[in-house]
Every structure is written in structure tokens, then in C-alpha cells.
């Protein structure tokens, strides 16, 4: 009887987050670009001002980290330190720098019976955030869904628990004093996972499920969700060396996208390299990845030139590693290369480092995946490297955004029509 109390109490906890959402995003819909970034703005600089209160929470989460089974890469995405605080404040003021993405019109017309026809962009309502081991998130969800009009409902994982709580009270002792609604930006308060299953069956109170973390994470979002959800799988993501090609530059590259930060859906996660290169490039970048840490895996014609490499398995070509692991292949053409990408990728992210400007229009041209880069890093993915400030994901999804979703990512649109007595006849 005791169980089935709780059941019916996480229910109605639930339902009364939801409710309480629903009627902020009500007064979040017409509140002002002025509000919205004050809120931005003082929150910023109350985060920096309660640095060392949020790196307290953090750290009983890193010392509980162990216990959850937690990778190095997993433990660094998880930390919170005052570097990384001071860009969250940053990435805080780069949102409230941006134009207000609310009541911009996108198209206007007068039809020829005199109606003035606009389309102008309006917030979602309510988005419910479902992350795992990333306590920035919480920032950058909450800026990006306040500046959006929406109201915000966050629900961590349970080895961020305190990181987020303390984040949340910075940003929420600040709702009230910038003239926005209390409710804007609400918490799950409890890590039982039940209270999520009864979230995504409320297409009523909820418009938008956005799950960001590892890929189970993701498919039980989408399994039970009843509102649409914003998604990405995987981020299993390549780098093809053509035959021409600056090695000394893709070198660079690879190790930049491998290395840099092997936690995050954009690092690389297989190279594959032209035979005509082959012999002269795999060792001068299995010697630069080997001196960063990273294992190697490669097929027959890379463990050929570079005996030491680990043979691939075909499970590899599948798999995010988010670790310091890379996939490598030999590939005869910059065809095989794109059909081999066509079988594996799952459509983030895929960069060819080449001289020859056909090869690279062809590679964009023809490679299916939300980003396609040229000679640069796969790491570039990101919606502050690519000018759209914070980011709440990055969507493998062609409809209804793709890629880095920014501001404009967690709007809809609506038509005003504007008449002087017109009846249809």
C-alpha cells in the first residue's frame, strides 16, 4: 500500500510541476526582451558571485562520481571549476546579447482582398529537459528556453544531483527581482526515475521533450514520450584525409578532434585515410594521437604501416567511444570513404581535410549529416563555435531542426491576419 501512496505521490508532484510550468509559460510568451536579459545578465553575475558555493555542490558529486561507475571522460564532464563557472557566466551574457528571437516576422503580405498576412515566431510553451552527467547544461537549457519565451522544466542525472540544485537556487533567486515568473525555470526535484516516465505522458502541460545524453537515455525518451521530442542518437563522427592534402594541417586536426575534449558528441570517433596517403601520414598521426593517449584501432592496411594499432572490431565503425579511442581505416577513393560513412555515421558530424577543391565540394554536396566541415575540426559543431551562442543539443533530426539548436531551434511560428471587414465567399 506504502508504494502504491508514493506512485500516486511522485504522480501528483508531477502533475503539479507541469501545471505550475504551464502558467509561466503563459506570461513567458509575452514577456519582454528587456526582462528576459536582465535575467541573463543577473544571473551571470550571480553565478560568479556564488562560485564557490556551486563548486562545493559539485564536489560532493565528484566524490560520489566513483561510485556511479563513472569513465574519466564522464568525471571531466562533470566538473565544475572556476574556469569552467567563468565561461558559464560568459555563455550567459552571449544569450542575452542576442536579438530576441520573439515576434520576429518572417514573412508579410497583402493578399488582394486587402488582408495583411504575417508569420511571426512564437515560443514553444513548456520544454522538459532530460540530461545526464552535465550541470552546464542546466545553464545553457535554462538561458536558451527564458530568452526563447518558454518555460523550462530540467531534469539532471542523478550524479549531477547537487551541481544542478545549487545552479538552479543562482538562477532561480533571480526570476522573481528580473520581473519574470517564478516558475520559469523549475527543477525536478527528486533523481527517482518515475517522475520522468509521468512527465512524458503530459502532451497536455508539455511541448517539447529534448533528451541530451548517452543513446538508452535517448531511445526511452523517444519510446515514451507523448509530445514531440528533439533528439540526437549518437555522435559518431569522421574524419576523412584525402589523397591531396596539407599532412602536416590534418594532423593538427585529427589529434584536435580526437584529443581536445574525447567526452562530447562531436569529437571524432573514426579516420579514415586515402591509400595513396596512407603510408607517409598514418605514422605521423598514430605518433601525435599516441602522444595524447589515444588507442588505436585499425583495419588490415593500417595495422600494415602501423603494426602496433589494435585490430578494429566491426563493432567499432558503430561505436561512440566518448573516450580516448579512434577507429582508423584505409579507403581506396573518396567514394569508398563517403560510402563507408553512409553505412556508419548516425549523421552529426563528418569533416574531409583536402586541397582539392572538387573533392570538397563533393564531400559537402553529397555527405548526409547535420554538419559538414572542410579542413577544419569536427569539434566545430558546436553552437558557440558556429555563432549561436549556447546550445540546448545538437539534433541529428531533419524536422523541425537539425543541428545545433540555438534560440531560434525552440520557437514555432504563428499567423496574425489583419483585415477590415473581409468574409470569404
Known amino acids: 500500500m506504502s508504494q502504491v501512496i508514493e506512485v500516486d505521490q511522485l504522480l501528483q508532484e508531477s502533475r503539479e510541476l507541469a501545471d505550475r510550468a504551464k502558467v509561466a509559460a503563459r506570461r513567458m510568451a509575452i514577456a519582454s526582451g528587456a526582462a528576459k536579459d536582465a535575467w541573463l545578465k543577473r544571473s551571470a553575475q550571480a553565478l560568479i558571485e556564488r562560485a564557490a558555493e556551486v563548486i562545493a555542490a559539485n564536489a560532493r558529486d565528484i566524490a560520489a562520481a566513483p561510485g556511479y561507475g563513472l ?5 571531466d564532464r562533470l566538473t565544475l571549476n572556476a574556469k569552467r563557472i567563468d565561461e558559464m557566466a560568459k555563455g550567459l551574457l552571449e544569450v542575452a546579447a542576442q536579438a530576441d ?15 495583411q498576412v504575417t508569420q511571426v515566431r512564437v515560443p514553444l510553451g513548456v520544454i522538459f529537459m532530460i540530461y545526464e552527467s552535465r550541470p552546464n547544461v542546466t545553464l545553457d537549457a535554462a538561458a536558451l528556453c527564458v530568452k526563447s519565451g518558454n518555460a523550462a522544466i530540467l531534469r539532471g542525472g542523478k550524479e549531477a544531483i547537487h ?48 533528451p541530451r545524453g548517452g543513446e538508452s537515455l535517448i531511445r526511452r525518451v523517444v519510446d515514451e514520450a507523448k509530445m514531440p521530442v528533439l533528439k540526437h542518437y549518437q555522435g559518431n563522427c569522421h574524419v576523412y584525409v584525402d589523397a591531396e592534402v596539407d599532412q602536416a594541417m590534418a594532423v593538427r586536426i585529427v589529434v584536435n578532434a580526437k584529443a581536445q575534449r574525447p567526452g562530447v558528441c562531436n569529437a571524432a570517433e573514426t579516420l579514415l585515410v586515402h591509400r595513396d596517403i596512407a603510408a607517409t601520414f598514418l605514422p605521423r598521426v598514430a605518433e601525435a594521437l599516441i602522444a595524447q593517449g589515444v588507442e588505436l584501432r585499425g583495419d588490415e592496411a593500417s595495422r600494415q604501416i602501423v603494426p602496433t594499432m589494435v585490430a578494429v572490431e566491426p563493432s567499432d565503425w558503430d561505436t561512440e567511444y566518448l573516450e580516448k579511442i579512434l577507429a582508423i581505416g584505409v579507403v581506396d577513393s573518396i567514394d569508398a570513404a563517403m560510402a563507408h560513412i553512409a553505412r556508419h555515421s548516425s549523421g552529426h558530424t563528418e569533416a574531409i581535410l583536402t586541397r582539392d577543391l572538387v573533392s570538397a565540394r563533393r564531400f559537402v554536396d553529397e555527405v548526409d549529416s547535420s554538419a559538414v566541415i572542410v579542413n577544419a575540426s569536427t569539434r566545430f559543431n558546436d553552437g558557440g563555435q558556429l555563432g549561436l551562442g549556447a546550445e540546448i543539443g545538437i539534433s541529428t533530426d531533419k524536422y523541425h531542426a537539425r543541428g545545433p539548436c540555438g534560440l531560434r531551434e525552440l520557437t514555432s511560428t504563428k499567423w496574425v491576419v489583419y483585415g477590415d471587414g473581409q468574409i470569404r465567399e
Request: no cysteine; aromatic share 0%; hydrophobic share 45%.
Open 101 to 115: 528571437p520573439i515576434g520576429e516576422v518572417i514573412t508579410s503580405s497583402r493578399r488582394p482582398n486587402g488582408l
Open 163 to 210: 551541481s544542478n540544485r545549487a545552479l538552479h537556487r543562482v538562477l532561480a533567486d533571480e526570476l522573481a527581482a528580473s520581473g519574470l515568473p517564478a516558475d520559469a525555470v523549475q527543477l525536478v526535484p527528486t533523481t527517482d526515475r518515475a517522475v520522468v516516465g509521468h512527465l512524458l505522458r503530459m502532451p497536455d502541460k508539455i511541448d517539447l521533450a529534448i
Open 71 to 75: 569513465t574519466a571522460a564522464a568525471i
